[in-house]
């Protein structure tokens, strides 16, 4: 059935499928730089990461393994050097076709609305559970996509991630008289939340853990803004932008200064068997 009700986006209101096609082109606009920004927000770990996630799904060769929302596809290509059949989906057409400049299989894809029917060994996903609301629907899809014994395992941000960040922008959005929490693009849940969720759909969670991960940026917050916080900056009228961004990047200084920063942590996800 056609989903018809409407979503936020800031400051319009959208179809809930115009929403993805945003979010696609959060990633589409950064596809070009992408590696190079991966590497400056996470100082690297997310190579370290990527290496880890291969271990931990115990990918064997000849295994059928789903990346999912796989950017530019660095995991997807460590997950082929392991010697699996490795197929990368993302919402973004052109960090597919980047997947696919590595010489890997890629799809466009949304996560929300997988059609993969009981073919994947694993499916490994890095950073992007987050982004996909409603949580259900793209659990409901790896579920579906896993063989009986299936394994996911998956890096996604947790509950207090980015949350001195997303509160600063949303108290400055509130004193310009608009919603930032309707503008908030993520789902950022704590442990006992998605472990339920993943339960309530049948898979075993062998392990869910929210880890700390601080990230020293490499230079002010303005840029992560400009990438990551759009949904925010669309939201506030294009001539109080500028206002609005330095407004939010001084509550963010006296916060740090104040050492008064909630904890930023990221979740990394679960390895469960169907
Ligand atoms: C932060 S990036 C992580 C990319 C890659 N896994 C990595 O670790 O570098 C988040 C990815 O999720 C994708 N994404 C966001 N929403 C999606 C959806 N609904 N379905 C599929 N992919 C989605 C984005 O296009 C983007 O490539």
Redesign the pocket.
Known sequence: MRETKETDFGFERVAPEDK?TR??QV?DRVADR?DLM?DLMSLGL?RAW?AFAVALARVRPGERVL??????G??TEKIAASGAWVVG????RD?VTATRARGLPAVV????ALCFAGVCDAIL????LH??KPPEA?IDGMWRALKPGGRLVGEMGGEGNVAAIAGALIAAMARRGLDGNAAFPWYFPSTTAYRSLLEARGFQVASIELIRRPTELPGDITGWFETFGESFLLAVPAPQRADFIAEAVEALRQAILACDLPQVTKLPGAAASS
Do not use: K, P
């Not at 894809?109 to 929300?112: I, K, P, T």
């Not at 996903?125 to 992007?128: E, G, M, Q, V």
């Open positions: 993805a979010v696609a990633f992408y991966n997310h990527t990346d999912l929302g796989c950017g530019d660095a995991l989906a993302d919402l973004s960090l894809a949304d996560g929300r996903t890095n950073a992007a982004w996909i793209v």
